[in-house]
């Protein structure tokens, strides 16, 4: 699952449909609002992440100059009306430091090429399954070291954390769980789709890329049952933090979600010694 701390995943999805991005983080105030004003001017909206919860990517359409206001459709936004917040500094993901937030400006660029794409997906998915520790930070928010596991080696760190008695709050380890899954399944299910398509796409290989897509398919199945298990807490914040200390506390729960994970890992495993094959070979 591409993040942004192993690939400019806005950048890779941009230029599969032809558009390019130019990534601009911690810019001064002042420049930062010259290059909004000039984007959504020239009718090229903007990418940007976190100024409203979750911290999610959302789309800068519009601003107001006084007081300087943006409008942006968050990630939970609904209806017609755009969310408005203030123009401010913006403290970014944990080890960022305090500044301005991250900007993706947005153009027309080449028209893709689909098959060197194509090659490179399959690829970049093998490359990030070995990736193992890829960031280790201090937190200044938090008092604490935070620790990022990439790849396969995510599943066995998830599911060896997962096994132990929450020692801070419940309900956050919870939501963090609960995303982490809903992510995870969600990317999985788009991975079986991508090999389905490229099945009719490259015909030669497709028995191949169809046996990655059957492990997942399977994988799919074991990560629905561990979300059942500690499912997303749909709830007042207090209902959900009580919710969570009680499935959280459950030895027998957090066991076999971790064996779930452990059964996810092993058919992403087959599912990638199927990609190999393909990108061994050659992709045609």
Not at 121 to 144: N, P, Q, T, W
Not at 198 to 225: D, K, T
Request: aromatic share 8%.
């Amino acid at each position: 699952m591409a993040n942004f701390v192993t690939e400019d995943v806005v950048d890779i999805a941009s230029a599969s449909i032809g558009l390019e991005t130019e990534f601009h983080m911690d810019e001064t105030g002042d420049r930062a609002w010259a290059m909004i004003g000039r984007s959504i001017d020239s009718g090229n909206p903007i990418m940007s992440c976190g100024l409203v919860s979750p911290f999610e990517s959302c789309l800068i359409t519009g601003y107001l100059d006084s007081p300087r206001k943006l409008y942006i459709r968050g990630y939970l936004d609904e209806g017609e009306d755009y969310t408005v917040v203030d123009f401010r500094p913006w403290y970014g993901w944990c080890h960022r430091k305090f500044g301005l937030m991250p900007l993706n400006l947005i153009r027309k660029g080449e028209d893709p090429d689909i098959p060197m794409m194509i090659r490179e997906s399959l690829k970049r998915a093998l490359r990030m399954a070995g990736e193992g520790r890829v960031h280790s930070d201090y937190c200044e928010i938090h008092k604490a070291k935070h620790v990022l596991v990439s790849g396969l080696d995510a599943y066995l760190a998830w599911a060896g954390a997962i096994t132990e008695k929450p020692s801070t709050s419940a309900a956050h380890r919870g939501f963090a769980t609960s995303l982490n899954m809903n992510q995870l399944i969600d990317s999985r299910t788009a991975a079986q789709n991508f090999l389905l398509d490229l099945c009719g796409r490259v015909r030669p290989s497709a028995l191949l890329l169809s046996r990655a897509a059957e492990h997942y398919a399977h994988e799919i199945l074991a990560l629905r049952q561990a979300r059942d298990l500690i499912p997303y807490p749909q709830a007042t914040p207090d209902k959900a933090s009580e919710r969570m200390e009680k499935l959280l506390g459950d030895d027998e729960r957090r066991t076999q979600y971790a064996k779930l994970l452990r059964t996810a890992r092993e058919e992403d495993a087959e599912a990638l010694g199927w990609v190999k094959k393909v990108v061994e070979g050659g992709l045609t």
